[in-house]
């Protein structure tokens, strides 16, 4: 199956294809082996086709992915087909008004960021320091200083697996904190309709830049990683405080497995000292939910995404306790 798949999809859109691809590349973890086949689409259009063949071999695994900067791939790689949404599909569009703006799902969050910033328009400040691309931002609901995107979001349009696009309009969609009906639907984020007000692009820019400044000192930089790890729970943080808090209060900030470490810039991030495997990061995980639980009786759940050989996703620490056992009650 996965062959035939591959030969179809070599013939039918040859230059858009690389058998030889390794996920590491591709994660911000830099964790990953081979991947059987990889796509990056440069149109709308030809992404559309190809889900449409993907899933017509339903048996061999494939996962859409924006920039990995949300993913743990597993050491041993993945048997299936990788599409990856990034540059080639970063068109951005005003309407008539200039504060509604359209982009495809592969532009880059913080050039999208910069781009609003230019028109002097206000109201997605916060997703400017986000690595990844707005496809997977929307998946994640992602945002910072306690926003997220959808708060701000018109429309999506979504490819099906039979590849035709579909309209969703936010207003009436289930979304909340760092979660999206797009999680659980299999369906892919093709472009997304944003809605700002028009601000001054001074302004703009200063609330910006007091963000990115203000991550810089939070977050470490020079190491591979992926984000935050756990969510922050708001029942936790107010009787407790943040992932981080409870991290460092249990003496695990700075903790290493193999080359993973807890860091020790800020607890709730592992970084890759170089060379870690993904059950380095994975043991850590299930390390600090452990820990964590027996000091608060909170157990932190994961925003970081393990991808498993044969496409299977789920949180990581739903991984990390198949692997090294279960927590909590
Ligand atoms: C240093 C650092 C800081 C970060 N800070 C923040 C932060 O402040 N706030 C925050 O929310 N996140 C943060 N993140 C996490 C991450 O950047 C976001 O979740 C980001 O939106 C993921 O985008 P991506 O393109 O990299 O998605 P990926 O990591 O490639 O994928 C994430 C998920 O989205 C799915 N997906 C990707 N693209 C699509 C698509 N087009 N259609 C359907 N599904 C898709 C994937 O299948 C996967 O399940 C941070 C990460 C790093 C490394």
Redesign the pocket.
Known sequence: MLNQLIEKCLSEFGEICNTSSNAADFS?WKIGGPVKLLIEPSSVEQLQKAIKYINLYSDVPS?????????LFDSAGFDGVIIK?GNALSKLEYDQTGTIATCE?GIW?PELAYQLSLKGLTGVEHIC?????I???V??N???NRRSILENTLKVELINRLGELEVEHAKDLPFSY?TSP?QNDGR??ARVTLSLMQGERKVVRAKMRSILASRRKK?PRKLP????VFLSDPKMYDLIGPPGFAIEKVGLKGLKQGQAQISPVHANFIVNNGGATSDDVLYLIRKIRQDVYADTDFLMDCEA?YVAPNGG?CQAHIKAEALFGSVGK
């Open positions: 911000y996962l859409c992915v924006g920039d990995g900067s949300n993913l949404i799902a969050v320091g986000i690595p990844g691309r496809g997977g931002l998946y994640m992602g945002g910072s760092r797009f892919i984020v977050f990683n992926c984000g935050s995404r996703l």
